[in-house]
């Protein structure tokens, strides 16, 4: 059987042509090894597409294209049409469909496709580094970070990790408690990428006998205590001046106004 050969031409890396016209030929068994593919990936201007098109005419090449900008699909069709090389094209047909369906004109930005995965993928990974590196369990995690908060008990430094971590930030945060001393990796970070969480007294010690309360515990716990709050806040301001870095008070804060303000000062 006479080897066939296949261009697979596109204006990004390729991958999304190579696998459909793979699945297609793996319909055809007995022909499976008499199959070659050559990719043509980043194709970006109408002189490719043509030295492509006469080079698989001299080799007798099928052409399966996925190239997202339409002066670039018809220039393919036209040049393969006039060098009588057998073509498909993939996604312009399903491009037009969505185009009148949505009512609304495609980007035509090639790539798109592994921005996405890349992007998800990224969030993915700081999400699973924030439970990882969450409430001081390995204090390795504190070099490996893009953020580390810090804060006494209660100053919503894990559900603003989550969140930030839904913006693809690695955030590791650290529990501050006068009886134990804070790990050492802490005070080697840089102090721009390290946030201190301070919270007033008064509403501190409201979320706190909340907290007991759902617990089935006695609100009225040394953990509730205002001598217990002030003890621990004056611990976390030495730690904090130890280490140089800014403080945000969260007292009347929802924590999407927090991580806004975190990303703010780290754009800056």
């Known amino acids: 059987m006479e080897k066939i050969l296949v261009y697979v031409v596109s204006d990004s890396v390729g991958e999304t042509g190579e696998l459909v016209a793979k699945a297609a030929v793996s319909q055809f068994r007995p022909g499976l090894q008499s199959v070659a593919f050559q990719r043509f990936p980043h194709v970006e201007s109408a002189?490719?597409?043509?030295?492509?098109?006469?080079?698989?005419?001299?080799?007798?090449?099928l052409i399966v294209y996925t190239l997202v900008q339409e002066n670039m699909r018809n220039t393919m069709k036209e040049q393969c049409v006039k060098a009588n090389v057998a073509h498909i094209d993939l996604i312009g047909p399903l491009m037009d469909i969505l185009a009148d369906s949505l009512q609304i004109e495609p980007i035509e930005e090639p790539g798109l496709v592994r921005k996405l995965d890349d992007d998800y993928f990224k969030k993915i990974e700081a999400i699973e580094f924030a439970v990882k590196y969450d409430d001081g369990r390995d204090p390795r995690g504190l070099l490996?970070?893009?953020?580390?908060?810090?804060?006494?008990s209660r100053t919503s430094k894990t559900p603003l990790s989550q969140f930030l971590a839904h913006k693809r930030f690695k955030v590791a945060n650290v529990p501050l408690v006068p009886e134990v001393e804070p790990p050492e990796e802490l005070f080697l970070v840089p102090p721009e990428k390290c946030f201190g969480l301070v919270i007033s007294p008064e509403k501190l010690n409201g979320i706190r006998k909340e907290r007991l309360i759902a617990l089935g515990l006695n609100d009225g716990a040394?953990?509730?205590k205002f001598e217990r709050i002030d003890e621990e806040i004056?611990?976390?301001?030495?730690?904090?001046?130890?280490?140089?870095?800014?403080?945000?008070?969260?007292?009347?804060?929802?924590?999407?106004e927090t991580a806004n303000d975190i990303m703010h000062r780290l754009q800056k």
Do not use: M, W
Request: glycine share 4%; net charge negative; charged share 25%.
């Open 234 to 256: 004056a611990h976390f301001k030495r730690v904090i001046d130890r280490i140089g870095c800014p403080v945000i008070d969260v007292t009347n804060k929802a924590v999407e």
């Open 144 to 152: 490996k970070a893009d953020i580390v908060l810090v804060g006494v």
């Open 47 to 61: 002189e490719q597409l043509v030295e492509i098109v006469q080079l698989a005419a001299s080799q007798e090449a």
């Open 222 to 224: 040394s953990y509730a």
